[in-house]
């Protein structure tokens, strides 16, 4: 297994299969439409026979392991598990926002769950998958921030937390990193150049992510990028088939139609 920017890929795996990709659902109580929308996504892989691949962010926050058992999460546990159950796989990566989905929520939905970002052939190109938080270098209280949340003992305490104290835990810093995003420098909420440097380094051709909440694509020498949309907002997604990437719009009778190619993104110095 290779890594870059310190999180580790994983192969990717299923050669020429198509594929969906979808991400920052943020799905939480009060997005029934962004969780049919998703069921529109199964809905479709399945009559594709396609896999899905979700970039990180599936939740608007989970916290603690107790979460698969009420409310949204148990219902998207078991939206997947009927997918999965019936053929469909499922990989998901960690955002910054769920990364603390563990194994009960792969024993509820038949997901695989991947620690870190994912590598291998995607419609015809070497692709690096990663949620795109790593990308935002230039976000140092949050880079530093990152490192201890992650570390396995704070991850051991939150998923132990009681369900109402655990998300009352996320409501009060999704409440501050608003705060900080609006006041914040926007430089220091880009991707850099210097981290898309260090994906193309791998000799990957392309690198799809997300996180940043803005559909684009472009050109970055030696390679070129896709950054999905928040499904929640848009329920856009890509979609892999032998050799070609667009983009699609799914919607919740298992639809999906083809949208234009998004312009280029700025990314910081
Ligand atoms: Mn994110």
Redesign the pocket.
């Given at each position: 297994m290779t890594s870059v920017l310190g999180t580790p890929l994983a192969p990717l795996g299923g050669d020429g299969r198509p594929s969906f990709l979808v991400s920052?659902l943020h799905l939480g109580e009060g997005a029934a439409q962004a969780v049919a929308n998703l069921v529109g996504v199964l809905q479709a892989a399945r009559a594709a026979a396609a896999r899905v691949l979700v970039l990180?962010?599936l939740f608007d926050a989970y916290v603690s392991a107790r979460q698969v058992h009420v409310g949204v999460w148990r219902d998207v546990a078991a939206h997947f598990a009927a997918a999965t159950s019936a053929g469909t796989e499922v990989v998901l990566l960690p955002?910054?926002?769920d990364y603390l989905l563990g194994s009960e929520f792969v024993a509820a939905s038949g997901v695989r769950l991947v620690a870190g970002g994912l590598r291998g052939v995607l419609a015809g190109a070497d692709t690096v998958l990663l949620?795109g938080?790593e990308l935002c270098q230039n976000d140092l209280p949050y880079q530093r921030a990152k490192r201890w949340l992650r570390h396995p003992l704070t991850r051991a305490i939150a998923r132990r937390l009681p369900l109402r104290l655990a998300l009352r835990a996320a409501e009060r810093a999704r409440a501050k990193s608003q705060q900080v995003v609006g006041r914040g420098d926007p430089q220091r909420f880009l991707p850099t150049l210097a981290a898309l440097g260090a994906v193309f380094a791998t000799g990957a051709g392309r690198l799809v992510f997300?996180?940043i909440h803005r559909f684009a694509h472009g050109a970055c020498d030696p390679g070129e990028y896709w950054v999905l949309p928040a499904f929640d907002a848009t329920a856009v997604g890509l979609e892999a088939r032998g050799d070609r990437l667009r983009p699609v719009r799914f919607d919740a009778s298992g639809r999906c139609e083809p949208v234009p190619v998004p312009d280029s993104c700025p990314f910081a110095a």
């Amino acid at each position: 297994m290779t890594s870059v920017l310190g999180t580790p890929l994983a192969p990717l795996g299923g050669d020429g299969r198509p594929s969906f990709l979808v991400s920052d659902l943020h799905l939480g109580e009060g997005a029934a439409q962004a969780v049919a929308n998703l069921v529109g996504v199964l809905q479709a892989a399945r009559a594709a026979a396609a896999r899905v691949l979700v970039l990180g962010d599936l939740f608007d926050a989970y916290v603690s392991a107790r979460q698969v058992h009420v409310g949204v999460w148990r219902d998207v546990a078991a939206h997947f598990a009927a997918a999965t159950s019936a053929g469909t796989e499922v990989v998901l990566l960690p955002g910054n926002r769920d990364y603390l989905l563990g194994s009960e929520f792969v024993a509820a939905s038949g997901v695989r769950l991947v620690a870190g970002g994912l590598r291998g052939v995607l419609a015809g190109a070497d692709t690096v998958l990663l949620h795109g938080d790593e990308l935002c270098q230039n976000d140092l209280p949050y880079q530093r921030a990152k490192r201890w949340l992650r570390h396995p003992l704070t991850r051991a305490i939150a998923r132990r937390l009681p369900l109402r104290l655990a998300l009352r835990a996320a409501e009060r810093a999704r409440a501050k990193s608003q705060q900080v995003v609006g006041r914040g420098d926007p430089q220091r909420f880009l991707p850099t150049l210097a981290a898309l440097g260090a994906v193309f380094a791998t000799g990957a051709g392309r690198l799809v992510f997300g996180h940043i909440h803005r559909f684009a694509h472009g050109a970055c020498d030696p390679g070129e990028y896709w950054v999905l949309p928040a499904f929640d907002a848009t329920a856009v997604g890509l979609e892999a088939r032998g050799d070609r990437l667009r983009p699609v719009r799914f919607d919740a009778s298992g639809r999906c139609e083809p949208v234009p190619v998004p312009d280029s993104c700025p990314f910081a110095a």
